[in-house]
């Protein structure tokens, strides 16, 4: 068992992650749709609104590499390797470097 499960939307989270979880409803799909307004969405660590990323296995929002940095560490305090800009939808892949 690798402890990542899929969720019924189709996106995977590590099970430790899925636990943390206050609001049931997946945090892709919420800041995907726009079911949280643009202006509540911020940097988890600064609160701007400006270059934002989402983690893609706990759903963690923080600024790219050109903010405060909140992305990248996230991704090197958990080795979660996939985040989404959240103004393109582009995925990065923390692992290989690249789109």
Same mark, same amino acid.
């Not at 958990?78 to 892949?93: I, K, P, Y």
């Given at each position: 068992? !690798?402890?990542?499960?899929?969720?019924? *939307?189709?996106? /995977?989270?590590?099970? #430790? *992650?899925?636990?943390?979880?206050?609001?049931?409803? *997946?945090?892709?799909? &919420?800041?995907?749709?726009?079911?949280? $307004? $643009?202006?509540?969405?911020?940097?988890?660590?600064? @609160? /701007?609104?400006? !270059?934002?990323?989402?983690?893609?296995?706990? @759903?963690?929002?923080?600024? @790219? &590499?050109?903010? *405060?940095?909140?992305?990248?560490?996230?991704?090197?305090?958990?080795?979660?390797?996939?985040?989404?800009?959240?103004?393109?939808?582009?995925?990065? #892949?923390?692992?290989? #470097? @690249?789109?």
């Amino acid at each position: 068992v !690798s402890g990542v499960l899929t969720i019924l *939307c189709n996106h /995977t989270f590590h099970n #430790d *992650c899925l636990r943390q979880w206050d609001d049931p409803s *997946c945090p892709v799909c &919420r800041h995907v749709s726009g079911g949280v $307004e $643009e202006s509540a969405t911020s940097c988890e660590i600064c @609160g /701007t609104g400006a !270059s934002l990323w989402i983690c893609l296995v706990c @759903g963690h929002v923080g600024c @790219g &590499r050109y903010g *405060c940095g909140a992305g990248v560490i996230h991704n090197e305090r958990t080795g979660h390797n996939f985040a989404m800009e959240l103004g393109s939808q582009r995925v990065w #892949d923390y692992a290989a #470097d @690249g789109y």
